[in-house]
């Protein structure tokens, strides 16, 4: 069977950097499973993925932009040490998580001078190429059971163009919930 969408993959994978450090391995462990299409990998990693079969073993060079993005110099900012209450020493590299209005987003300390910390929002990766050796070990049609946990709160809208419903189409909710018009024109699934 062929990896498409909807297939449950499981694969084993070595990341390393352009320099050949080994950033991440399943090496030792159980594989690494997945469901294809449902965005549980970076976009570049899942694109080369399709069509490859039980048994292949193949590189994948996944560039920023298809990986965890370029590096953003607007996601750094400086702040008082006063911000991180209950910690001994700040140093440079330690990872914290700062509440937004999206929910807990890591940050990690980039560097310490004086009172202040520079913090960085930006995935460790960001800006960085990702060299995957992959092993697809196993693919199979995803059942219900594996696909209900994406299912139970996905909004579609219907011909509106991204707008919810607008009229021109009809708001679809997956699972046991209905769909309501979201803020920004998106659609939204509501428990009933």
């Known amino acids: 069977m062929k990896i498409a969408d909807k297939t449950v993959v499981l694969m ?3 990341l390393t950097s352009d320099e050949g450090q080994v950033i991440d391995s ?8 997945y469901i294809q299409g449902m965005h549980m ?3 570049g990693l899942e694109k080369a993925m399709v069509d490859h079969e039980v048994g292949d073993k193949f590189d994948v060079k996944v560039i920023p932009s298809e990986g965890y993005g370029e590096y953003d110099e607007r996601m750094t900012q400086e702040v008082p040490l006063t911000v991180f209450q209950g910690v001994d020493k700040v140093e440079a590299g330690m990872q914290f998580y700062a509440q937004t209005p999206a929910g807990p987003m890591p940050i990690r300390i980039k560097s310490v001078s004086g009172d202040k910390a520079v913090i960085d929002a ?5 800006g960085k190429n990702l060299n995957f050796a992959i092993e697809v070990v196993e693919v199979r049609e995803a059942t219900a059971e594996d ?5 139970q709160h996905q909004c579609k809208c219907g011909k509106g163009e991204g707008e919810c419903c607008g009229g021109e189409g009809e708001c679809e909710c997956g699972g046991e919930g209905e769909c309501k018009c979201g803020g920004e024109g998106q659609c939204e699934c509501k428990d009933k």
């Open 147 to 151: 696909l209900a946990p994406f299912q």
């Open 41 to 43: 990998i970076v976009p």
């Open 122 to 126: 930006n995935h460790e990766l960001a």
């Open 12 to 14: 084993h994978y070595t």
């Open 26 to 33: 399943s090496a030792g462990r159980d594989p690494l499973q």
